[in-house]
């Protein structure tokens, strides 16, 4: 079992920035992918960024340049920031460990940007 603890979201004007953070604990093998998606309402989740524990990098096209995955491997935390922040942007955000054996998720949370 692979726990996910999220935190960082809330409430952002236009143009603003947010850093979101996700601590993974439990069972975590030494290979695997770490990353963010969203799912605004009414939509299908989507992917919002991961990373490699090699440091390797993917990003939606709708982030590019605006948001920096990174990770600490020692502590098995994955961040967010995201700057420029868009109305658009507005959804749930939530963390994602993949180790090609399992997959979890977080639980979840809140980015708002109001315009």
């Known amino acids: 079992q692979v726990q996910l603890v999220e935190s960082g979201g809330g409430l952002v004007q236009a143009g603003g920035s947010l850093r979101l953070s996700c601590a993974a604990s439990?069972?975590?093998?030494?290979?695997?992918?770490m990353g963010w998606f969203r799912q605004a309402p009414g939509k299908q989740r989507e992917l919002v960024a991961t990373?490699?524990?090699?440091?390797?990098?993917l990003y939606a096209d709708s982030v590019k340049g605006r948001f920096t995955i990174s990770r600490d491997s020692a502590k098995s935390t994955v961040y967010l920031q995201m700057i420029s922040l868009k109305p658009e942007d507005t959804a749930v955000y939530y963390c994602?460990?993949?180790?090609?054996?399992?997959?979890?998720w977080g639980q979840g949370t809140q980015v708002t940007v109001s315009s």
């Open positions: 990373i490699t524990r090699g440091g390797s990098t």
């Open positions: 439990g069972s975590i093998f030494r290979i695997n992918t």
């Open positions: 994602n460990y993949n180790s090609g054996y399992d997959n979890y």
